[in-house]
């Protein structure tokens, strides 16, 4: 049975993983909330010793043929910056990444079958896994023969948020674009693994629904994941809604007290999933969260193609129902891209190394390479 | 008195293998190694820069005249993926011994019979001194054995439970049946697990995330180091036998004398 099923099916909301999570979700004292960290960090440090992986997201394209209210990149806002990468460029900004420290990159792009193609994604890969020992990619959802290709091309994870597990807030926010079908992007990691993703990573968009409602039905998701895609490693992240082109206002609050409390209830149901922490959230509370159960940390990242090194501004342009019109700007200056949404911890990948270390964990930049498979 | 442990041919005078795995930092390693006595460490190439190098080298805080390193094939999945780690290894300039583990479920690290069996023939015939990691299998550790691995490593619980002997029973047919040195791998919490795990007659045991992950690694790291003699000197001497109900210390047969 497809997750999209057992989901719908609604006999997740009776098993014991989901009335133990659902008490750990409760309103907690201050002391109680305590209580839950030292049992998190605990757990952590059992599974994963006091190691934190890093990686950086690298931005391909912030082209989109789907419309999504809370996205920059959706296609509606015509007055944004827009650039795909080229192969070349690409390796341009992952250079420089790996010049930076880091061997772990999630290759990002808004989902567009003309600009990025089956066989773009593949070239991109080519060009990049003779040097970067780990890549995984957050593209839209794809069959699984597709995927198949993208993993012989060494495409180590696949990264795909569900966005929200609420049916009817995902009808109303995604209006156009294939991204309206909720089951097919519901099934996207059971595909992937499939496909042979040694890695998957899953998550909500925290902002749109309830909070506790979208954990329960992600943990039923992390819970399903685990016994049927056993072999691959599982990855969740938290995001929280970020200021973004087209000024989407967040329709519900998970607060910084409750974040806390949300990845120790993960870590203490699910001890052994990595959970990621980005560059969305400010320095002060991801150094607060680094011991509650994270494993995994993206540092100095960008949101927008380009924004390492600055590649591909000549081809900046806007998509106006399709069509590429030129942005205007002074002679002989270029427009960088615009970013998908704006980043609170501005620290460099070194500054944020040398906090961990201050903070008694190993910074690890690599942990596998996908050429030994 | 006390005879050193022998693995493939080379004497060990400390029975406490010691992985490196999940340290807060090289330096704390490097100090926890000491304290323990450990002449034998675990080392995982999957953080290795394949050309053989890593920014900060875990090599450099490892005194290979103190110990034997042995690299280990964690994070790998099959057969081929541990071969190709082993040989990298060698690239490395490490010498050809490998501890074997090959798990496909990321979440308990549980060692897949199948593949390890597998990879052990081929490490063999490549002349690798190989030192398997598995499930308290009595019988898998007989076919490896028969394959020419240099010791069986069977885990007392899984990675990281701190959860002691819980395989016991088969761990004991495993020591009882052994032509190699058993070593107790994986899940030994707390000191009293490794002094239970020699008294039980294995040969040696590996620790490690008890020592990382400890608020004093060193000091655990010693007090680790004490059990695993202690337990050793017991099976030595030999425990006195067990009893279900008390022994009278006058008999009731007496009379008969």
């Known amino acids: 049975m497809a997750f999209s099923n057992y989901f719908c099916s609604e006999t997740w909301r009776e098993s014991e993983v989901h009335r133990r999570f659902k008490e750990l979700l409760l309103p907690k004292t201050p002391q109680e909330l305590e209580n839950l ?79 990025v193609s089956q066989s773009y994604l593949r070239e991109c890969l080519d060009r990049l896994h003779v040097f970067v020992p780990s890549l995984s990619l957050e593209i839209g959802p794809m069959e699984t023969a597709d995927y198949l290709s993208l993993v012989k091309a060494g495409a180590e994870g696949l990264v795909v948020y569900q966005e929200t597990y609420d049916r009817e807030i995902y009808a109303e926010l995604h209006t156009a674009g294939p991204k309206k079908d909720f089951d097919w992007r519901l099934n996207c990691a059971e595909r992937a693994y499939e496909a042979g993703f040694k890695r998957l990573g899953i998550g909500a968009l925290f902002g749109l629904a309830d909070w506790r409602v979208e954990a329960l039905a992600l943990a039923a998701h992390v819970d399903y ?19 973004a082109a087209g000024e989407f206002a967040p329709l519900t609050r998970l607060d910084d007290r409750d974040l806390p409390q949300l990845i120790c209830a993960l870590r203490l149901t699910f001890p052994q999933i990595g959970l990621v ?36 501004q000549e081809k900046a342009h806007h998509t106006v129902r399709g069509k590429a019109m030129p942005v205007i700007a002074s002679e002989g200056e270029h427009k960088p891209a615009t970013e998908q949404f704006a980043i609170a911890d501005a620290r460099s990948p070194k500054e944020v190394a040398q906090r961990l270390q201050e903070m008694g964990y190993d910074p690890v930049w690599k942990d596998w390479d996908q050429r030994l498979n | ?159 990281g439970s701190n959860r002691g002997l819980e395989t016991r029973a088969q761990l004991a047919i495993i020591i009882e049946q052994a032509t190699v040195p058993v070593v107790i791998d994986a899940g030994l919490g707390a000191p009293s697990h490794a002094a239970e795990a020699m008294e039980m007659g294995a040969d040696a045991v590996l620790i490690n995330t008890a020592l990382a992950v400890a608020s004093d690694p060193v000091r655990m790291a010693h007090a680790f180091r004490k059990a695993v003699e202690a337990g050793r000197e017991a099976y030595e001497i030999g425990l006195p036998s067990r009893h279900t109900r008390a022994i009278a210390t006058s008999p009731l047969t007496g009379f008969l004398e």
């Open chain 1, 37 to 115: 960290a030292q049992q998190a960090r605990q757990l952590t440090w059992q599974n994963f010793g006091k190691t934190m992986r890093l990686f950086a997201p690298l931005y391909l394209s912030n082209e989109c043929v789907n419309a999504c209210e809370y996205c920059g990149f959706s296609r509606d806002n015509e007055s944004i910056v827009r650039v795909t990468l080229s192969p070349e460029q690409v390796e341009t900004e992952a250079r420089y990444l790996v010049n930076e420290g880091f061997r772990s990159l999630l290759l990002v792009a808004g989902e567009h079958p003309k600009f």
């Open chain 1, 225 to 243: 994941l685990l016994k049927h895609c056993w072999k691959s490693f599982l990855t969740v992240s938290l995001p929280r809604l970020r200021p």
């Open chain 1, 277 to 312: 922490l980005s560059t969305r959230e400010p320095q002060r509370l991801r150094d607060g969260l680094i011991p509650l159960g994270i494993t995994h940390m993206s540092a100095g990242s960008h949101t927008e193609p380009g924004g390492y090194t600055g590649a591909g």
């Open chain 2, 1 to 159: 008195m006390n005879p050193s442990l022998v693995i493939a041919g080379k004497r060990l005078d400390s029975r406490l293998l010691v992985g490196t795995g999940k340290f807060g930092s090289l330096s704390l390693m490097k100090e926890t190694l000491e304290a323990s006595g450990t002449r034998l460490v675990t080392v995982a190439l999957r953080r290795a820069d394949l050309n053989g190098k890593r920014e900060v080298n875990i090599l450099d805080y490892l005194d290979a005249s103190r110990y034997l390193i042995m690299p280990n094939t964690s994070g790998a999945r099959t057969a081929e993926e541990a071969v190709r780690l082993a040989r990298l290894a060698v690239t490395m300039g490490l010498e050809k011994w490998v501890k074997l583990e090959i798990h496909p479920d990321p979440r308990y690290l549980l060692p897949d019979p199948v593949e390890t069996l597998k990879a052990a023939e081929m490490l063999v015939k490549e002349n690798f001194t190989v030192l398997p990691y598995i499930n308290a299998d009595p019988v898998l550790a007989k076919r490896l054995q028969e394959v020419g691995c240099a010791t069986v490593m069977p885990l007392g619980s899984p990675i």
